[in-house]
């Protein structure tokens, strides 16, 4: 069968997918960093006790394997003692025992603690995360921040599993061996370490671009994690649109992107390897041609220089090791400082030290002189000052981008105001804490969010320790339990992420539930009847009496049926409070409200 070409990249792609996070951080590499990273490891310091003393004892039975050897040359074989060749092969023996078992030791317990750094990596970053502002998720999306908590974090579990007690072993092996060839013959010892200055100026001339290089690979790695996110997410548009070969095209380009970035890395990174061939290569023909000549002059025996050979060759793996060493400690750098980047981000919205408790609440809320924008220079509101009482419920009208879910935002303190307060029950919610208030404060959405589990978790996530009962109660008021009773399994039907099996309807349906349950004294309904029939709303808004009875409530709608029996209606244009009052206050206004409510009815007749 021919085989089909592949297909090419869009002309425009490289200007698709261009996050302000996907740029290399231009850090100069710094043992600072490396020290914070090692800090994971203090936790278990006990635990690396017994690793290092494993670590010290396989490195000397290193150390002392070719000084047996020596002396089985020249004590034993050149002098024909049969016997005491036995005694030295006999303490060879014995010291590859000790190795072997000081070896296995020490893997199968780094590998354990180094597992351990990694999860409680994982789980302080993740921690983290789910503590920043809405700013951090507005400009990264959730593929690059997948990357990070799962792929980052990956690429430092050789530098935490055998990386660390690796580098101190080999570091212990390079230093006894210097000292012993230099104790044992100063000459031959230092011409053999001749080659060392050379092989590492050359070595660091690598550095910087190794780094670089990986870190180009996170990034990459990173927006195609973003690019899958954004398809798996909107693979219906893509099918209804026929954009699944445009899509696939893209994919292909940045996958191939993806794969030269990472044959670069490795390029580089092999390239330690034949610098170390290279420079050991020298050394032991430094090491035959004067150590035979020193053994002409009789400055040095035959066995001594056997030693010298085995020596060498443990000298040189330990440097190759180090050399990988040090590319792996690139690689971690290149990840530790992308994950570092979002542990040392601040959230924009934080609690003062003197933050209190918002207690039971009553429910009074007050906007003064409000002035918030999402970007700088652009204002989402103007100077907006509402005053809400205990119990009143309050609707928010306006066009697209009038200001209305901003005014739902600074409330819930996703965002905070850039002059003004906001105050609940008179008390300016950036004293208290954010748990405190946003317990409070029970919000519906029009894209309501189901999450993987049961039909019974999902209502439950309005209160965790709710009982079946009440669960079923808060279901039946807001006429969800009849649809649930006909699925499967009824509470107990398992739903799929975002709850695909279901309709929006009755998405929407649980999210009420859930809100219910909850029981908050502020309640935020954000275009929440939007994706519901005309039946199920009429089961909506006799649930609605029973849902925001005692409750202070803001409701977002463009349908009359929601909005007209609200206490107060709040018209919104342009970032200011442009009309308030009751339905037939504004209609008898004939402004904003009336045309808009013209508007409807001329859409519906149509």
Same mark, same amino acid.
């Given at each position: 069968m021919q085989r089909q070409p592949e297909p090419e990249a869009p002309d425009n792609a490289s200007r698709r997918f261009v996050y302000q996070d996907d740029e290399l951080i231009e850090k100069p590499f710094n043992w600072q960093q490396v020290r914070r990273l090692l800090k994971y490891m203090l936790p278990y310091k006990k635990e690396l006790v017994p690793m290092v003393l494993m670590m010290l004892l396989g490195t000397f039975t290193r150390l002392a394997a070719p000084a047996?050897?020596?002396k089985a040359i020249d004590d034993a074989i050149q002098k024909g003692n049969t016997q005491r060749l036995l005694l030295y092969a006999g303490l060879m023996l014995a010291l590859y025992i000790i190795q072997w +078992? @000081?070896?296995t030791y020490r893997i199968k317990y780094t590998n354990i603690i180094g597992q351990k750094v990694i999860y409680d990596l994982r789980q302080e970053l993740f921690t983290h995360i789910q503590k920043l502002s809405f700013r951090f998720y507005d400009k990264?999306? +959730?593929? @690059?921040?997948?990357?990070?908590?799962?792929?980052?974090?990956n690429a430092l579990q050789d530098l935490f599993t055998n990386g660390v007690v690796n580098l101190m072993m080999d570091c212990v092996q390079l230093v006894g061996i210097v000292a012993i060839l230099l104790l044992w013959n100063f000459k031959l010892g230092l011409a053999i370490m001749i080659t060392v200055p050379l092989m590492f100026i050359v070595s660091t001339a690598l550095r910087k671009r190794i780094r670089f290089a990986w870190q180009d690979v996170r990034i990459k790695q990173s927006r195609i994690n973003s690019h899958l996110n954004e398809c798996i997410q909107g693979i219906k548009v893509t099918q209804a649109f026929v954009q699944e070969r445009e899509n696939i095209r893209f994919f292909h380009h940045m996958n191939t992107v993806n794969n030269k970035a990472w044959n670069k890395a490795s390029a580089l990174n092999q390239s330690f390897g034949p610098i170390i061939e290279v420079t050991s290569a020298v050394g032991t023909l430094i090491l035959f041609w004067y150590g035979s000549h020193l053994i002409q002059?009789?400055?040095?025996?035959?066995?001594?220089?056997?030693?010298? +050979?085995?020596?060498?060759?443990?000298?040189?793996?330990?440097?190759?090791?180090l050399g990988q060493m040090y590319s792996q400690l690139l690689i971690a750098m290149a990840s530790s400082e992308r994950i570092f980047e979002f542990i040392d981000e601040k959230p924009t919205v934080a609690e003062s030290n003197s933050a209190r408790m918002l207690t039971s609440i009553k429910g009074d809320v007050s906007f003064e002189h409000i002035v918030f924008e999402y970007e700088k220079g652009r204002p989402a509101l103007k100077n907006v000052s509402l005053d809400v009482k205990a119990g009143q419920s309050i609707a928010l009208v306006g066009h697209t981008g009038s200001g209305k879910s901003t005014i739902i935002n600074l409330l819930c303190r996703f965002y905070d105001p850039v002059q003004g307060r906001v105050l609940v029950d008179g008390q300016d919610i950036r004293d208290v804490t954010i748990s405190s208030l946003r317990e409070q404060v029970g919000i519906v959405l029009q894209d309501t969010f189901i999450?993987?589990?049961?039909?019974?978790?999902?209502?439950?996530?309005?209160?965790?320790?709710a009982t079946d009962e009440e669960v079923e109660l808060a279901a039946r008021a807001v006429h969800a339990h009849e649809f649930i009773m006909s699925l499967p399994d009824g509470y107990e039907t398992e739903v799929q992420e975002r709850g695909n099996v279901l309709s929006?309807?009755?998405?929407?349906?649980? @999210?009420f539930a859930r809100a219910l349950l909850a029981d908050p004294a502020i309640l935020i309904l954000d275009e929440a009847t939007a994706s519901i029939d005309t039946e199920t709303e009429l089961k909506i808004q006799q649930a609605l009496s029973t849902l925001l009875s005692g409750r202070t409530s803001f409701i977002i709608a463009h349908r009359l049926s929601t909005i007209r029996h609200a206490d107060v209606i709040v018209v919104l244009d342009h970032g200011q409070i442009v009309e308030q009052g009751n339905h037939e206050q504004l209609m008898n206004l004939r402004g904003t409200y009336y045309g808009l409510i013209e508007a409807q009815y001329r859409f519906l007749s149509a």
């Open positions: 047996i050897v020596i +078992a @000081s070896n990264r999306p +959730a593929g @690059s921040i997948l990357v990070r908590v799962t792929n980052d974090v002059n009789d400055e040095i025996t035959v066995g001594l220089l056997v030693g010298f +050979a085995n020596y060498i060759g443990n000298f040189w793996d330990p440097i190759n090791r999450f993987s589990g049961t039909i019974r978790d999902n209502i439950r996530f309005g209160r965790l320790n929006m309807g009755q998405r929407q349906l649980l @999210s």
